[in-house]
């Protein structure tokens, strides 16, 4: 399994509506990594929780393939019957017809309820795992290669996977503020170390979004674009090294370094759009002053009419995002907005790796019927 794609995702209502209406097409050349959300307050039962979740994944991801982790969570969570949360949340999404495969936090290995959790779901399903570096992986541990080499062949040897059975993944986090000739540099660097150690696909993951609009757009209702770091680095990186094998992945339209469960009265209404390269940026106002169904109708509106927008027929968030500019369609919350703009997050970027993919190597990029930007 090669997918074009790798988005790292909340397993949350808004993720799954945006998976819930992708064409065939699209969906089947992405391969998501569900992080389960943090801890609620007042949550009485993690178990339910987690049912509910997974229930959730079923209804939208069923016979899909799909990375599942727990990284917002110590290691050595428990559920109330004992059971590690990672095992327990495993069996769940594969109870519910998704084709898990579990992510293991390089970082995480030195927990010993983690490393069981691993063994046992290991034992009990067929799975190609992922190993996922953070940043402090690639920038500290990576430069001791004899080292990192021992960690590495640890971790196969005690799961009985073999490189070539096994993704990894170079995660990078926020790089809103990274210059791009330095994420280069050390991806080029990982992945040449990654490579002698046998490793086939290896997955390139970065974050441009900020965390807050008014770091993307700084005065209320105007537009404005951002750079999206880990796309050009991607691409510097794929030009260079002719290597499909080389896989790209972001966290959607989310900062990589978002506090969830923060809910503000003043928050604002906003349309995050990707385009080449870039986000574009349609800023509101805070919702305490207008609801944010008509301010949502009034940056549709903006949107429809400003140059980057791919047309209705783009994918199901174009198409919800006209229908909304023209007053059939209301959108009335923020989560309905993220299954929105996610969905045409995802269309966007498999179009454009797809198109990139064809424009350095054509012999080797898979014909994929995807939609056009009209």
Request: with cysteine; net charge negative; glycine share 6%.
């Amino acid at each position: 399994m090669s997918p074009l794609y790798v988005p790292i995702m909340a397993a949350k209502q808004g993720e799954y509506s945006a998976l819930s209406n992708l064409q065939p097409s699209v969906s089947t050349n992405i391969f998501p990594l569900f992080e389960l959300p943090a801890k609620k307050p007042n949550t009485k039962s993690l178990e339910k929780t987690v049912q509910r979740t997974a229930f959730n994944a079923g209804k939208v991801w069923a016979t899909k393939h799909a990375f599942l982790d727990f990284s917002k969570w110590s290691p050595n969570t428990q559920t109330e019957s004992g059971i590690h949360l990672l095992e327990y949340a495993f069996g769940q999404f594969r109870s519910n017809g998704v084709q898990a495969h579990p992510v293991i936090g390089y970082d995480r290995w030195d927990d010993p309820d983690y490393v069981r959790a691993l063994k046992n779901i290991r034992h009990l399903y067929a799975v190609t795992p992922c190993i996922r570096l953070n940043r402090e992986v690639i920038r500290d541990d990576m430069h001791d290669q004899q080292y990192f080499a021992e960690r590495i062949n640890e971790i196969l040897s005690v799961l009985d996977v073999v490189p070539n059975n096994c993704y990894i993944m170079i995660d990078y986090g926020n790089v809103l503020t990274t210059a791009i000739p330095n994420i280069i540099s050390s991806a080029e660097a990982a992945v040449e170390l990654l490579r002698s150690l046998g490793f086939g696909i290896v997955i390139m993951v970065g974050g441009s979004m900020p965390a807050g609009i008014n770091e993307a757009v700084n005065t209320p209702d105007t537009e404005g674009c951002i750079p999206r770091i880990e796309m050009m680095a991607w691409k510097a990186i794929l030009a260079d090294k002719n290597d499909s094998g080389i896989v790209f992945g972001d966290y959607l339209i989310r900062n990589p370094d978002s506090v969830e469960g923060i809910f503000s009265q003043h928050a604002n209404a906003k349309i995050r759009y990707t385009i080449d390269n870039q986000y574009f940026i349609v800023r509101g106002h805070s919702k305490k002053i207008d609801s944010l169904a008509v301010q949502h109708r009034i940056l549709a509106q903006k949107l429809v009419a400003s140059p980057y927008f791919m047309g209705s027929g783009f994918s199901w968030g174009d198409s919800e995002i006209l229908n909304c500019s023209l007053g059939s369609k209301d959108i009335r919350s923020a989560m309905a907005m993220i299954a929105i703009d996610s969905n045409h997050h995802i269309n966007a970027i498999v179009t454009e790796v797809f198109e990139y993919q064809q424009s350095i190597m054509p012999s080797t990029a898979a014909l994929l019927p995807i939609a056009r930007k009209e």
